[in-house]
C-alpha cells in the first residue's frame, strides 16, 4: 500500500504565506512525479505545479513566480511554498504521487485527501 498525506493548509491573509508538505510512505520502489492540484468549488481539479524526480518543475500561469515547488528524494516529500497569497488560490489542495510500488507492478497515480486552503481577510 502507498500513503499519501498532506498537511500545512489554513486560512490566511490576502498576501500572506503558507507552507503545503506531502509526505509519500508505505510500499514504494520508485517515485517519479509529484505534483500539487487544487480544486475551487464549483471548479475542475487543475493543476498548481509539478516536479520530476530529477528536479525539472512547472507550474501553472496563475501561480508561476508566487509559488514554489519543491521535493526531498531522501523523504519522499514533497512541498508546495505560497507566497503573495490571492483570494481566488482559495481550494483543497491535492497532493499527487506517480509511484511503482515494487518492480513487479505498474506505476499509478496516488492522491492524497486533500487540505483547505482559505484566503480571505
Known amino acids: 500500500q502507498v500513503h499519501v498525506v498532506e498537511s500545512g493548509g489554513g486560512l490566511v491573509q490576502p498576501g500572506g504565506s503558507l507552507r503545503l508538505s506531502c509526505a509519500v510512505s508505505?510500499?514504494?520502489?520508485?517515485?517519479?512525479?509529484m505534483g500539487w492540484y487544487r480544486q475551487a468549488p464549483g471548479k475542475q481539479r487543475e493543476l498548481v505545479a509539478n516536479?520530476?524526480?530529477?528536479?525539472?518543475?512547472n507550474y501553472a500561469a496563475s501561480v508561476k513566480g508566487r509559488f514554489t515547488i519543491s521535493r526531498d528524494n531522501t523523504k519522499n516529500t514533497v512541498d508546495l511554498q505560497m507566497n503573495s497569497l490571492k483570494s481566488e488560490d482559495t481550494a483543497i489542495y491535492y497532493c499527487?504521487?506517480?509511484?511503482?510500488?515494487?518492480?513487479?507492478?505498474?506505476?499509478?497515480?496516488?492522491w492524497g485527501q486533500g487540505t483547505q486552503v482559505t484566503v480571505s481577510s
Open positions: 499527487d504521487a506517480l509511484v511503482r510500488p515494487t518492480r513487479w507492478e505498474l506505476t499509478k497515480d496516488y
Open positions: 508505505g510500499s514504494i520502489f520508485s517515485i517519479y512525479a
Open positions: 516536479i520530476t524526480s530529477g528536479g525539472s518543475t
